[in-house]
């Protein structure tokens, strides 16, 4: 087995979720096909709370911002125009949203909305989060040698609640000393991870990242993160140079911590 010696100054292990703990499949296959399935059904629904009406200005925003982008879909403002006008606003909604999943966008406007419909799912028992078969040992075993443990993906904190709250493995959200999303920053900025190390309380050189994307990975490292590039089935492929240049593990139970036995 390949075996990588984790750094001695590194104590927290920060994690990526889709293509790293959890299979992109699962991501592809069923939680995104579930937003496209019932955006249009929920909005009907929760239409009058300040929780739906918060997460519609923000795509509004967002629509804004991504005016100039060809097939972008933009958000009417409300008018008050009665019940067509409505129809109208929800359905320039459902179609925004459909168009940002399919060029599978992070924008923290998205990743809102879509944590907020997986909520009511995982509670009915609808859906349970897959995790790889090494996650759970190896993150047992690596706050057992004193590491701490944080997750940061592109989907919101309320959804990585849910996925770690909700999975085939039970609930191991208390497995996690703590969650970021891009409201910090986007992943493939190196300010968020100078950003995450400020909020954990440690240097940046304290964390090892552990991500599918190289974008990140290459971010992650201009902020003197150490990273190492998870190879799992269902990935994108890496170029020779990528992997090269990168640590490659293909399960977490390739780390090795110096401090453990
Ligand atoms: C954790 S929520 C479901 C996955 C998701 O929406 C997403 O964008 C995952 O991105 P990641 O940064 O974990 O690769
Ligand atoms: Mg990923």
Known sequence: MVVLSVPAEVTVILLDIEGTTTPIAFVKDILFPYIKENVKEYLQ??????????????????????SHLDGAVPIPAASGNGA????QMIQ???????????????TTALKQLQGHMWRAAFAAGRMKAEFFEDVVPAVRKWREAGMKVYIYSSG?????????????EGDILELVDGHFDTKIGHKVESESYRKIANSIGCSTNNI?????????????????????????PG??????????YYSLITSFSELYLPSST
Do not use: I
Request: glycine residues 2%.
């Open 45 to 66: 629904t929760h239409w009058e709370e300040e929780e739906c009406q918060q997460d519609v200005n923000l795509l509004r925003k967002q629509a804004e911002e991504d």
């Open 84 to 87: 067509d006008d409505l129809q």
């Open 92 to 106: 320039a909604v459902v179609d925004n949203v459909r168009w940002q999943m399919s060029l599978d966008r992070k």
């Open 156 to 168: 919101s904190v309320e959804a990585q609640k849910l996925l770690f709250g909700h999975s085939t």
């Open 208 to 232: 090892l990242f552990l991500t599918d994307v190289t974008l990140e990975a290459s971010a992650a490292e201009e902020a003197d993160v150490h990273v190492a590039v998870v190879v799992r």
């Open 235 to 244: 990935n994108a492929g890496l170029t020779d140079d990528e992997k090269t």
